[in-house]
């Protein structure tokens, strides 16, 4: 038996980096671009930081933002790999890769002396925006300016610009391949096979189709933690509870598409008898902590990260976050 699914194929561009907006007419593509097959984005240093649609297997340089800095070190430079594997080291170890127009255009002063007056000394100009943002991956505080130069005369630098080909119709992201060989194909819509392979065909086809309910809500709306569980109360049932790994999962893909850097969840701490719990009543179990060993505090709660590995915070009730509602 074969059904469709909620996947089609998609050609949209999009920023890795949590809540960045991608906007069609803020690119800057060089000639030709972006190139069809080519689904990932660099910066072509040969045509004035110009973006190019590269391969993202072939290795190159990449850069990653860090927002967690307290110091205005805020890019990290690093050695070739694939994009994906820098996306992965970027969000594991410090934020992501650089991404966005303002990002990039601070990139493009530091090491390409573009947008500069003529009054302006472009050596100066150039080796204060180099203070401001580099760092080196290993922890140095500072770059040396042999080694910065090198960098930044790098042909090609991964920056976090993707293209979809597919999505799901819900919006979350798609990096499923478990596809039947015997019908690939290039059509725009996608069914399940009883092997649970995916299929490609003509969205016009008459076929069964698999509908799913989702138990889980993002609210793009900024309120404390103690607002959030009265409206979630209000309009859905409570806020969302996390008991495992799959749960875990499920909702960090969704945080992908908040635009606050934590997002609430129901987890809530108890000053008086001196444990955390969920407000659904449930015993917590699984456990998912940035930092463990952070002090407890009365009126606290938990949120979970919008980027890196998605950990949870302990975050006081005042700060105003997104946050989830369970169904």
């Not at 699914?5 to 007419?25: A, D, K, P, Q, V």
């Not at 569980?229 to 909702?251: A, G, S």
Request: hydrophobic share 30%.
């Amino acid at each position: 038996m074969e059904a469709w699914i909620g996947l089609h194929n998609n050609n949209t561009w999009r920023w890795s980096l949590s809540g960045l907006h991608f906007n069609e007419s803020d690119t800057k593509w060089g000639s030709g671009e972006p190139k069809d097959g080519k689904n990932c984005g660099a910066i072509w240093k040969n045509s004035k930081a110009e973006w190019e649609a590269v391969s993202c297997e072939n290795p190159t340089h990449f850069l990653c933002y860090n927002d967690k800095d307290s110091s205005k070190k805020l890019y990290f430079f690093g050695h070739e790999k694939t994009w994906y594997e820098a996306q992965e080291y970027c969000e594991e170890k410090h934020t992501g890769l650089v991404g966005g127009t303002q990002q990039l255009k601070e990139l493009e002063e530091a090491c390409f002396c573009l947008g500069l007056g003529s009054n302006q000394s472009l050596e100066q100009h150039q080796k204060k925006k180099q203070a401001e943002l580099f760092k080196l991956n290993n922890g140095a505080t500072y770059v040396t300016m042999e080694s910065l130069l090198n960098f930044c005369t790098i042909d090609h630098i991964f920056i976090g610009l993707t293209r979809e080909t597919r999505a799901w119709s819900d919006g979350s992201r798609f990096s499923f391949t478990f596809w039947d060989p015997r019908k690939t194909g290039n059509k725009d819509c996608i069914m399940m096979n009883d092997r649970g392979e995916l299929i490609s065909e003509d969205c016009t086809d008459k076929r069964p189709f698999i509908c799913y309910t989702d138990q889980v809500i993002l609210i793009k709306e900024n309120r404390t933690w103690e607002e959030a569980l009265y409206y979630c109360r209000h309009h859905h049932h409570d806020l969302v509870t996390i008991t495992n790994m799959d749960e875990q999962i499920w909702v960090q893909e969704k945080t992908k598409n908040a635009s606050s850097p934590f997002v609430w969840t129901g987890l809530r701490y108890t000053c008086t008898l001196g444990f955390w719990f969920w407000v659904s009543d449930e015993v917590v179990h699984y456990k998912n902590w940035a930092s463990p060993e952070q002090v407890n505090e009365c009126d606290m709660s938990g949120a979970m990260q919008t980027g890196g590995e998605h950990q949870w915070f302990k975050k006081h009730d005042e700060e105003k976050f997104n946050f989830f509602c369970s169904r």
